[in-house]
């Protein structure tokens, strides 16, 4: 599986951005899938993940009621909706994929990953 995140870039605080994440390869079996990110000096961490269903969701208490995941699976695309964006949120973000139907928040549980979209937000 093969995945290309795309959507990132400078934004204001108090603005928005969505994130894609698109899959191509072998999209036919069931995977969970996750928004990281990695500031600069510090370990990448989860900020939201979503089952294969989409019934199932998981986020980072820094981005509740502020960041929305989704997905699409006839599109094989899933997204990640950052609204009132803060400049903590200044980082790298990369989307990953992992086998099976449920979720999770630890990156080791993550079979795939994508090539990360820099997002940047000025104060």
């Known amino acids: 599986v093969q995945l290309q995140a795309s959507g990132g870039g400078l934004v204001q605080a108090g603005g928005s951005l969505r994130l894609s994440c698109a899959a191509s390869?072998?999209?036919?079996?069931?995977?969970?899938m996750g928004w990281f990110r990695q500031a600069p000096g510090k370990e990448r961490e989860i900020v939201a993940s979503?089952?294969?269903?989409?019934?199932?969701?998981y986020y980072a208490d820094s981005v509740k009621g502020r960041f929305t995941i989704s997905r699409d699976n006839a599109k094989n695309t899933v997204y990640l909706q950052m609204n009132s964006l803060k400049p903590e949120d200044t980082a790298v973000y990369y989307c990953a994929a992992a086998r099976g139907s449920g979720y999770s928040r630890h990156n080791y549980n993550y079979d795939y990953w994508g090539q990360g979209t820099q997002v940047t937000v000025s104060s």
């Open positions: 390869g072998r999209t036919s079996s069931s995977y969970g």
């Open positions: 979503l089952s294969w269903s989409g019934s199932s969701t």
